[in-house]
């Protein structure tokens, strides 16, 4: 998909005013640090419903924003939390783990010889039978037509070049990727803490 694709599909936040009629299962809670920053951007850090209520009840976590949605119990009655903030900081690990779906997130998910986003793969730049290693600096995402026209050989061999080198990202580096990729549904209530350029929905 291209970026203009992704733009013109962009999430669009969701008022408050249709919560009464959401379904529980629908009502998830934006997760913020302790410095208010999201957990994470991709995935968004979203917990349950269910999962924020225990951590508020345990006093584990802030409410910051609710939902209109209401639940009850025989002796108490609580708005659904739509934003939570930690009461301890978490310190992010400083790089991410390295598996397929983080390779593609830093890649754009685009083919790194063509630039295309369909039928997307991984190839390793220098193959593993000239003694590449499966690493960041070594895999990079690829089409399946362009993997198979490269074959075993090196870009320079192929005379393949590589729109942009491969390398290891750090975590920051990974959601900054992630904030390009925003998830279909956004609560209005989360608007002040994510970074989104996306249209407000009446």
């Not at 976590?61 to 939902?67: G, L, M, R, T």
């Not at 992010?92 to 630039?115: H, I, K, M, V």
């Not at 690829?142 to 590589?162: D, F, H, I, S, V």
Request: charged letters at 20%; hydrophobic letters at 40%.
């Amino acid at each position: 998909m291209l970026k203009s694709e992704l733009i013109e599909r962009a999430a669009r936040f969701r008022s408050a005013g249709d919560d009464p009629s959401r379904h529980l299962s629908d009502c998830p809670a934006l997760v913020l640090n302790a410095d208010y920053t999201p957990l994470s951007y991709y995935p968004l850090s979203l917990w349950p419903w269910q999962t924020a209520i225990k951590a508020i009840f345990l006093e584990r976590v802030d409410i910051v924003a609710s939902y209109e949605r209401v639940v009850h119990s025989p002796s108490w009655s609580m708005q659904v939390p739509s934003v939570i903030a930690l009461r301890q900081f978490v310190k992010p690990s400083e790089f991410p783990a390295f598996t397929r779906f983080n390779l593609f997130l830093r890649d754009r998910f685009a083919c790194q010889y063509c630039g295309s986003p369909q039928h997307l793969t991984f190839d390793h730049v220098v193959p593993r039978r000239l003694g590449g290693q499966t690493s960041w600096e070594n895999v990079a995402t690829a089409c399946a037509p362009c993997n198979m026209r490269k074959g075993g050989r090196t870009p320079r061999q192929a005379r393949m070049p590589l729109l942009i080198e491969p390398i290891r990202p750090t975590n920051w580096q990974l959601q900054e990727r992630g904030r390009g990729f925003p998830p279909n549904y956004l609560h209005e209530s989360w608007r002040d803490w994510l970074y989104w350029d996306v249209e407000l929905e009446a």
